[in-house]
Every structure is written in C-alpha cells, then in structure tokens.
C-alpha cells in the first residue's frame, strides 16, 4: 500500500459524494463521537439532529471535526478530516434561506434522516420533536489516499 | 425503523466483534477525529500509530471518545460509543507483558497495521519507524440499534 496526501479539490470532492461521516465534538476536553449524516455544500456541511448531548456541546463549544471515508477498489481507501466550526440555523427571521437550502440539501437522500431524528424507543421523525438544523463551517481539511501499490 | 438502547454486555460485543472504529481526541476544545484499528480486550482498546498529531494530542490530554458501528441487514444499524483513556504502552521495563499482549491482540488481523503505520509518501511499515503502542482504557460506554419495523 502506498499512501498520498490529497489536495483540498480531492477532499472536497470525497465530501461531495458523501453524506455519512463521523463527527466529533467536545467538553472539557472530553471528546465526543457521532455518525454524522450530511449533505455537503458552500463550504459547509448541512445536518440536523433532535436535542441532546451532541448539540449541548456543539452550542457550548463550536469547534468541531468531521471526518469522512471510503473504501475500494481493493484495500485502498480515502479518508478526509475537516477542522470546523458549528453553526445553528435557528427557525427565526433572518435564518429562512439557511433552513430551506439545508433542507433542500439534506432532503435530496430517502433515508438521511434517520440516526438525527430518532431516540430509543421513540417512532421516527415526528413534527413534534424539536429539531435543530445546523451546519459546519469547512474551515480546514486534509486527507489522505492509500492505493494498492 | 424503531431504536433502542444496547445493554452494555451488547455494546462490549459490539466492540469485540469489530476492528475498525473511529476514535476521536481533543487540544484546547478542537477535537481530531481519525479512523483506528483496535483490537478489544480486557475492557480496553488496543491500538498503535506511527508518531504524528494524534499521539501528540493524546499524550497532553488523555481523554478520549472512540465510536465503533455495524450495519445490517437491511437498513438497519448498531453503534457503540465508549469514553476513555488514553494509556501508552512504552517500551521499557515493566511494560513488557502489556506490548506482548497488545501484539497479540492486534496481529491476529493481517492488515490491522496498515492505517496507523503508513505516512503519505512512505512505505509500508518498517522496524525504523517508531511505532507507538497503547490502549483506550474504557470508561462508559452507550450503544443504540435500530431496527426495520
């Protein structure tokens, strides 16, 4: 195996034909580790999630990383790490364009909203849970390849 | 889909029967996130990296959070999250038994060396790199399934 950096194009594409990744947040210094689903556009990464730990953490400290990988062909791989910061887009004026471009973004994919909108032993997405949509500002991100050699 | 919570005898079974999680650590409340391999046992994740920023962040911070997941059949899923701590397993006297043990663990799996050991640019892994063998101490650890109803 032989491994290489990607450029900023390379990664931002492997963000591109994505939309599961893993997310990271963390307080006190204790990090915190979530699949992550997301629709990646403008620089940032568009998601939403109902309320609990995650979004606790994230509005008391933005600074985030997501992390995303693919597999194949063979036992190569792709792997991309972005540095970011969290950015809630509040169902109040002001925020409209956001929510309906995230949205827009996220409701592209049948299934992405399945790990943000259910709790255990709750039915999915309901009108009654309180979600909060939020993105990720991309502020920076770097990757590596590994190739078959 | 329906969601529940794994009992934690289901999340250590998760984490046994999987090698391939992601493991995030954290400096000054930026969190880093990266793929690990591991090899679990004896309520702890063994793993090793070549020296770079994720050993340098968990040498000054210790704390980190590791999440492991499963998926199928259909569309449904597993996921396990454990809080831990970082402990390394230097190659002196005392430590012997521990890096034994780790090696064990870890080469039952013929590519388990392959992320950590590999630098861009670089070929795969030699005697002349230095490695660093450690564990993640678990701490908690939280799991959900969701099911296809």
Known sequence: MLVRTLSTLECTKLLTANRIGHLACARDGQPYIVPLYYAH???HLY?????????DWMRANPLVSVQVDEHGPGRGWKSAIVEGRYEELPDTVGHKVQRDHAWAM?????DWWEPGALKPDTFPVSDHLPHVFFRILIGQVSGREAVQS
């Not at 996220?106 to 049948?110: E, G, Q, R, V």
């Open 41 to 43: 556009a403008d620089n």
């Open 47 to 55: 998601a939403f999630s109902i309320l609990g730990r995650k979004i």
């Open 106 to 110: 996220l409701s592209k994919h049948a």
